[in-house]
């Protein structure tokens, strides 16, 4: 931690600027959190900071953490106060027993997570901060694997991804080294942990108006679709995976019992969407049971309203948690779904929120390879 305070309740603050003064000093430093004595560190690898002794129990100790976070707080900081930002760093607030990396003019609770943590505590620190009216602002602070077609986004940083008009489903990361943020925009799941998508630089060198209107102007490029010609070759990889990898799985156990062979389902079963990441559940699984428990109930003629196949699609998928997202986002891919239902013939939305049936979705009695 860069930030700590005395006996009288004055604050410090280590740069390499006065650390000379801040060892002059005969006062003892001491924890904002926790109150226990703090050692000064001025080491050749990482920047001048405060860390609690050995042994302590404080959950702010800056023990273990690296030298990308402490560079990226600091940088931050500088930014943001160069711009006329009210700004403290590793502000501690008392009522919630939380540490924002960054307290941004009073209200903006930023943190730079640059390790993997559950799902679960983002969440509970994202609430934390919400209860005392403070907006929460997570900036990703581990590298993005690229490879010649996409980008590779593990789950922890899946957690991170998020939406607006102008730049789609988008993913800010922020590398302090090269003082500047990076932002992946208009992503388009490819499958697994993989993302199309289009890259945008932002360096500190821009005020944050400017970074904004940049984001605003971007501009994605042509989303990627199925092509029908690869539905075949598609579901002989799914059996391939499923036979050797899932053979005992629930889904496997489920389609067993109902008569159906996986190679033998719809076509339109099993379709990768682009927003296919909101939810854990693979696409054959949950476009299954809405085909078993849903679609195939239904006579060719007959209508339903979005509302019935909502509930079921809630029923049969795991949504992903992620941090700038309300409950009902998983189900911007149930309507891709039924939008690619829509051009397939099977399906015509007949006014908002009500469908008809044109067509069944039918098992494929004879195999068709290649065909």
Known sequence: MFTAKNKQGDYFTATQANISHLKAKQDSFLCPACGEELILKCGDIKLPHFAHKQGARCRFSSEGETRKHLLGKKELCRWLLYQGFEVKLESFLQAI?????????????????????????????????????????????????????????????????????????????????????????????????????????????LPLSEMKQK??????????????????????????????????????????????????LPLQVGVQLSKQFLVHTAPVEWQFSLW?????????????????????????????????????????????????LEEKEILVEISSGNYRLLRKMKWRQTPQIFS
């Not at 957690?159 to 992503?187: A, D, M, N, T, V």
């Not at 699609?313 to 998983?330: D, I, Q, S, T």
Request: net charge positive; proline share 3%; hydrophobic share 35%.
């Open 292 to 340: 078993i428990h849903f679609f195939d109930r239904l006579e060719a003629g007959e209508s339903f309203a979005y509302k019935a196949i909502a509930e079921r699609f809630r029923a049969c998928v795991v949504p992903l948690k992620v941090l700038g997202f309300h409950e009902e986002e998983a189900e911007e891919l149930l309507k891709e779904y039924l939008l690619y």
């Open 97 to 205: 027993h939380r540490q924002a990396d960054l307290l941004v003019d009073g209200q903006y609770a930023v943190e730079f997570q640059c390790s993997t943590i559950p799902t679960s505590q983002l969440l509970e620190r994202t609430n934390d901060y919400l209860s005392e009216r403070f907006i929460p602002v997570w900036l990703l602070g581990q590298d993005i694997i690229k490879n010649k077609f996409s980008y590779a986004f593990s789950n922890f940083q899946q957690c991170f991804i998020r939406k607006s008009e102008e730049l789609g489903y988008y993913l800010l990361f922020f590398q302090p080294e090269k003082r500047r943020i990076e932002c992946i925009h208009h992503l388009v799941h490819a499958g697994s942990k993989y993302f199309f998508g289009e890259r945008l630089l932002l360096p500190l060198t």
């Open 215 to 264: 984001m605003r102007a971007a501009k994605g490029g042509k989303q990627k679709k199925y092509q029908p010609h690869h539905r075949e070759i598609e579901r002989e990889r799914l059996c391939y995976y499923y036979a050797k990898y899932k053979s005992r799985s629930h889904f496997m156990q489920e389609l067993y019992h109902s008569g159906f062979s996986l190679y033998h």
